[in-house]
């Protein structure tokens, strides 16, 4: 059975910064190219960035690119979200899942989130 559980959310200050991990189990992680995605309550799903299985690509949403930094450690089929220089609008809950947002691969069962709330 395929999890996903998120954890490393909290109420931080404006340019401060949260590191965000996602442990996987239930399926050959390490050849999964892995996505951060985002929801505010009553809003689309937003994409956040990608890494791909072996961990020496990434690709981010522009908004993001430069404050936030997705790495993963496969021996642990874990990915992470570094945010740093944190802005109110980043306020979400935040999932990790495939990078399905590329079209060439479905989402496997959400994870419950972990919410980021960025507030002065």
């Known amino acids: 059975e395929i999890h996903l559980v998120e954890s490393g959310g909290g109420l931080v200050q404006p340019g401060g910064s949260l590191r965000l991990s996602c442990v996987a189990s239930?399926?050959?992680?390490?050849?999964?190219?892995m996505g951060w995605y985002r929801q505010v309550p009553g809003k689309r799903l937003e994409w956040v960035g990608s890494i791909n299985g072996v961990g020496n690509g990434t690709k981010y949403f522009p908004s993001v690119k430069g404050r936030f930094t997705i790495s993963r450690d496969n021996a642990k089929n874990t990915v992470y979200l570094q945010m740093n220089s944190l802005q109110v609008e980043d306020t979400a809950v935040y999932y990790c899942?495939?990078?399905?947002?590329?079209?060439?691969?479905?989402?496997?069962?959400w994870g419950q989130g972990t919410q980021v709330t960025v507030v002065s």
């Open positions: 239930g399926f050959d992680f390490s050849s999964a190219a």
């Open positions: 899942n495939t990078d399905f947002q590329s079209g060439n691969v479905e989402p496997f069962p």
